[in-house]
């Protein structure tokens, strides 16, 4: 069956500092991937997508990019925010067969002044 | 609305009460997923509806959860006889598609605390 895998966390950072959160993926096919942010108390936010293989992802100056060849799609941002303290998931949705998306289990992200 | 909608935001119960959990979804999206989400964990799958087509209830994790779906729109989760380790926040998402490429969005949740 399909898999999502992330880093530990959490991952804690100073300010300006640059972020790179790992995943790595499972999957038959050619499945849509895609990064989710979960503020405090809220619920998960789609952040980016990539739908195809070397597509890159990106939005609020984080991004993404689907490879194939090491069935990854790291999530990066160049200076972090503290504001960006929060967690991340990693997904990814198979088209056929199953329709049910499957998750990693979320990367907690703390940025310090 | 524009997003997807959950009610109430909130619940507190007592250990062996009955809960209904409300998910109303985007317009015209055709798919419908609730997750539950523990203290610090993960997302853990438990019903998914997609049209009229008979739900996929493979992640629910007992006899006491059932959910329906009506109009193929609003979405009530039930939790029959709580017991404490059904505390959580319970996530509603909804897709406009099947083939993946659009992505779920979710609702803000329901922390359910059963006392």
């Known amino acids: 069956g399909n898999s999502v895998t992330q880093m530990e966390g959490p991952v804690t950072l100073s300010e300006e500092a640059f972020l790179t959160i790992n995943c790595t993926y499972t999957?038959?096919?050619?499945?849509?991937l895609f990064w989710y942010v979960q503020y405090p108390g809220e619920g998960l936010q789609l952040l980016l997508k990539?739908?195809?293989?070397?597509d890159k992802g990106s939005n609020k100056g984080f991004e993404a990019t689907y490879r194939k060849e090491t069935t990854s799609f790291h999530l990066e941002k160049g200076s972090v925010q503290v504001s960006d303290s929060a967690v991340y998931f990693c997904?990814?949705?198979?088209?056929?067969?199953?329709?049910?998306?499957?998750f990693g289990r979320g990367t907690s992200l703390i940025v310090h002044p | 609305g524009a997003g997807v909608s959950q009610s109430p935001s909130n619940k507190v119960t007592e250990k062996g009460k009955d809960v209904e959990l409300r998910c109303d979804p985007i317009?015209?999206?055709?798919?419908l997923y609730w997750y539950r989400q523990s203290l610090g964990q993960g997302l853990e799958f438990l019903i998914y509806?997609?049209?009229?087509?008979?739900?996929?209830k493979s992640g629910l994790p007992s006899d006491r959860f059932s959910a329906e779906r009506t109009g193929g729109s609003v979405s009530t989760l039930t939790i029959q006889r709580t017991q404490q380790e059904d505390s959580a926040v319970y996530l509603c998402?909804?897709?406009?598609?099947?083939?993946?490429?659009?992505?779920?969005?979710f609702g803000q949740g329901t922390r359910l605390t059963v006392v």
């Open positions: 999957a038959t096919g050619y499945p849509s």
């Open positions: 997904a990814l949705f198979q088209s056929g067969g199953s329709y049910i998306p499957t």
């Open positions: 317009s015209g999206h055709t798919a």
């Open positions: 990539a739908t195809k293989a070397d």
């Open positions: 509806f997609q049209g009229n087509s008979a739900p996929d």
């Open positions: 998402a909804s897709s406009t598609n099947t083939h993946g490429t659009a992505g779920a969005f």
